[in-house]
């Protein structure tokens, strides 16, 4: 699944592509990733121009004019292509954005089709789900309020790092990731991680997160960037996928356990476990 650096790539691909143009035809191959009927989404975006394109969490926002934003989350597979008007589309296409004079178009595919694109105001989007129930930014947090954020707050590291409504934008890859470079073992229960611990943490995941983006994303499975190219970041993993091979930092074969149904990698030595 596309995790915040992927997502991230992928906005700032749009961004230099897309802004400032209209959309001037819909092509709805499969309507059922729409949250709302065919007939509306078209209406409503018909004719509009895109103003901008961001990030929140794992959601790619697109401002568009007359107010509206196009609010698209990839889930398992969905994908942002940028591809020459000559271009068929290919299988699993769901929906293609013709812009009024542009040689290229932009498709949106997802062989599993979970992802969804929904339409909302701008100026109440984030009052309202799915937005307004996410936590922060983890690249905007200040340690004292990650500290905050962390006290009296129950259940296991692992668990709550992949809660959206904790911190917005880790997956089970950049979770992994971040629990080993703060020497955290994933079932540490969150209310005795100690403030030294909480801001290291939060370094962590900054640091993580901020290479995976240099790196355009971790192309672990299908994730590509607008342009279908692969991200490098699946190179620099330490712990995320590496079971049974060495710890970069200690030389301790790195482990697999499962928690809540999804996998965990960890280091046994680097990462001892709580009490
Ligand atoms: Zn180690």
């Not at 692992?158 to 020497?183: H, M, P, T, V």
Request: proline share 5%.
């Amino acid at each position: 699944m596309p995790e915040l650096p992927e997502v991230e790539t992928i906005v700032r691909g749009l961004r230099r592509k897309a802004v400032g143009k209209r959309i001037n035809r819909v092509t709805l191959l499969m309507s059922q990733i729409l949250r709302c009927s065919d007939d509306d989404f078209v209406r409503t975006i018909l004719g509009k121009t895109i103003k901008g394109i961001d990030r929140r969490g794992k959601f790619i926002l697109i401002a568009l004019s007359g107010g509206w934003s196009l609010l698209i989350h990839l889930k398992m597979t969905g994908q942002l292509k940028w591809i020459p008007q000559a271009q068929n589309h290919q299988k699993h296409t769901h929906v293609v954005f013709h812009l009024a004079q542009c040689p290229f178009q932009l498709h949106y595919c997802d062989i599993r089709r979970f992802g969804y694109l929904l339409l909302l105001k701008t100026d109440c989007m984030h009052d309202v789900p799915p937005l307004r129930d996410l936590g922060p930014e983890p690249l905007e947090m200040k340690e004292p309020e990650f500290v905050e954020l962390l006290r009296n707050r129950k259940g296991r590291m692992k668990s709550l790092l992949l809660n959206q409504s904790f911190l917005a934008g880790l997956g089970n890859i950049y979770a992994d990731e971040s629990l080993w470079r703060a020497r955290i073992h994933p079932l540490t229960q969150a209310h005795r991680i100690s403030p030294r611990k909480a801001r290291r943490l939060l370094g962590a995941i900054q640091a993580v997160l901020e290479e995976a983006i240099e790196n355009k994303g971790s192309s672990v499975d299908d994730y590509r960037d607008v342009e279908g190219r692969k991200g490098k970041h699946q190179f620099c993993l330490r712990a995320y996928g590496r079971q049974g091979q060495a710890c970069y930092y200690c030389g301790a074969l790195i482990r697999r356990i499962v928690i809540n149904s999804r996998s965990s990698h960890f280091c046994p030595r680097c990462q001892r476990k709580p009490g």
